[in-house]
């Protein structure tokens, strides 16, 4: 998987994008273990949860407000 990752962020309960960080330069690596999955498998929404908060800060400084907001790891090709 090569291009562009982002942490999307969503209100609860609404299906529309609040914000969007592009967090590739993180490194692909590094976030396809922070959530488990093979870089190569890493398509698609991937939620991110409590057991990854403090992990994301750590890497990105990204707080995740994941009682007003769902967060998902965004990775794409473009």
């Known amino acids: 998987m090569n291009g562009r990752v982002a942490i999307s962020r969503f209100p609860k ?9 592009d967090v590739t330069a993180v490194g692909v690596d590094v976030l396809a273990d922070l959530v488990g999955i093979p870089p190569a498998e890493l ?5 991110l949860t409590q057991e990854h908060a ?21 990775p794409s090709s473009g």
């Open 54 to 74: 403090e992990r994301v800060r750590q890497l990105t400084g990204i707080t995740l407000d994941l009682e007003t907001y769902d967060y998902f790891l965004d």
């Open 13 to 21: 309960d609404d299906e529309f994008l609040d914000s969007s960080v």
């Open 43 to 47: 398509v698609g929404d991937v939620p």
